[in-house]
């Protein structure tokens, strides 16, 4: 079936550092969702990417969907201790609409020193 | 604001017993719910696909007569965990899709379960 490998498993930085994870799918995806999950919360939908090559920004972060439509990357520039959370990527394999399940990535854990 | 809840937010039973989880969705109608099962720092895992009106679909490796899924309404899916185990304890998650082109889930606060 299909996987999603998400690296690294954990990350600590410097407040002001940049920070980026990064996520692998077995399969080509039709889509690829990213999630933040605060410490003690639940997942929170941060942006969907469907394009070959598509690449997305919302202020610090950038969202990049590669060529091959198999990976994915999430970039922070200059960490904020709001940062603190883990980043799920999460990959369907189905049409972009449509009630599709969703195969989640481990996540990378993101601490910061402030 | 909250667009799925979900309740109780915590519970705490004794194995044996049966808990039942309640997935409401606040402004859109959902034919289509989904229930995960998170463990400390872990990742989300999927266990079923809750469809209104006919059999939820199950994720290979979990017993649908442990876990009973009902979507009796196009606002309310329920997880029951039966006969529940200590090593049933987890975060339970149920999400929702919302269609179209911007295909995102929307997840519930979730529930804390611990079996003693």
């Known amino acids: 079936g299909q996987q999603v490998m998400q690296i690294p498993q954990y990350q600590h930085v410097q407040e002001g550092e940049d920070f980026t994870t990064y996520c692998n799918s077995s399969?080509?995806?039709?889509?690829i969702q990213w999630y933040k999950q605060r410490p003690g919360g639940h997942p929170v939908f941060l942006i969907q990417?469907?394009?070959?090559?598509e690449v997305k920004k919302q202020k610090r972060l950038t969202f990049q969907f590669g060529e091959a439509k198999k990976n994915s990357s999430l970039h922070i520039t200059a960490t904020q201790t709001t940062d603190v959370g883990t980043y799920f990527c999460?990959?369907?394999?189905?049409?972009?609409?449509?009630?599709?399940?969703?195969?989640f990535g481990q996540g990378t854990r993101l601490t910061i020193n402030p | 604001g909250a667009v799925v809840s979900q309740h109780p937010s915590w519970v705490i039973c004794k194995s044996g017993t049966s808990v039942k989880i309640e997935c409401r969705s606040l402004?859109?109608?959902?034919?289509?719910m989904f229930w995960y099962r998170q463990f400390p720092k872990q990742s989300l895992m999927l266990m079923a696909t809750?469809?209104?009106?006919?059999?939820?679909?199950?994720e290979q490796g979990v017993e649908k007569d442990k876990f009973l899924i009902n979507h009796a309404s196009l606002t309310l899916s329920t997880l029951t965990v039966t006969s529940a185990h200590p090593e049933d304890s987890s975060f339970y998650i149920c999400?929702?899709?919302?269609?179209?082109?911007?295909?995102?889930?929307?997840f519930g606060p979730g529930t804390r379960l611990t079996v003693t």
């Open positions: 999460a990959g369907r394999e189905g049409p972009v609409w449509g009630a599709q399940k969703l195969v």
């Open positions: 399969t080509t995806l039709s889509n």
């Open positions: 990417l469907v394009k070959s090559g």
């Open positions: 402004d859109f109608q959902a034919t289509t």
């Open positions: 809750s469809n209104e009106g006919s059999k939820a679909t199950y």
């Open positions: 999400s929702q899709g919302r269609g179209g082109n911007s295909y995102e889930q929307y």
